[in-house]
T-cell receptor, first 113, second 113 residues
């Protein structure tokens, strides 16, 4: 139990579907992240929210849309995805000003068919 | 982008043996982190290093922040089967306002009972 909870753990969706990934952190942190992990690639940072404001967006396609309604919750809204978007999507959180050590959730396995 | 080389890419060792892996960077980092990822799960933080020269242990694991700030190593002593997994190093650039960590590609560890 890392204090960062992601749902669903597994998701299969068609290219025309709209779905969302949810993340909740119970660590009292003030920054939250979405990472993408594909086979044989380093972890790729997608989005960062600090104090509920998006502070980084690493050239992620618009078919991925993040939402951070409060400091404990983070969503990743998915629509019209492509098969190459199939990957493990990891949520993480950290406390800025305390070394920024980030803690990951267990991940959501996404398969786009 | 920043380069972070992690080696070896994979290791097969006998149970009870010691293991060593390392990461080197082309840039100076002010934080080094080591994570372990089990299949189908998110990375779990093992050790965090915040100061050049720092040597930190967590049970059978020991990690050091290189004095040049450009490298770090992780040692595992007396390996056991549950040490199997992928180990990632991650670093944060010195003086960066960015929230971005740079991750290595991982070292896949297999332990033969």
């Amino acid at each position: 139990e890392t204090g960062v909870t992601q749902t669903p753990r597994h998701l299969v969706m068609g290219m025309t579907n709209k779905k969302s990934l949810k993340c909740e952190q119970h660590l009292g942190h003030n920054a939250m992240y979405w990472y993408k992990q594909s086979a044989k690639k380093p972890l790729e940072l997608m989005f960062v929210y600090s104090l509920e404001e998006r502070v980084e967006n690493n050239s992620v396609p618009s078919r991925f849309s993040p939402e951070c309604p409060n400091s404990s919750h983070l969503f990743l809204h998915l629509h019209t995805l492509q098969p190459e978007d199939s990957a493990l999507y990891l949520c993480a959180s950290s406390q800025r000003g305390s070394g920024n050590t980030i803690y990951f959730g267990e991940g959501s396995w996404l398969t786009v068919v | 982008g920043q380069q972070l080389n992690q080696s070896p890419q994979s290791m097969f060792i006998q149970e009870g043996e010691d293991v060593s892996m390392n990461c080197t960077s082309s840039s100076i980092f002010n934080t080094w982190l080591w994570y372990k990822q089990d299949p189908g799960e998110g990375p779990v933080l093992l050790i965090a290093l915040y100061k050049a020269g720092e040597l930190t242990s967590n049970g059978r694991l020991t990690a050091q922040f290189g004095i040049t700030r450009k490298d770090s190593f992780l040692n595992i002593s007396a390996s056991i089967p549950s040490d199997v997994g992928i180990y990632f190093c991650a670093g944060q650039l010195q003086g960066a306002g960015s929230y971005q960590l740079t991750f290595g590609k991982g070292t896949k560890l297999s332990v033969i009972p």
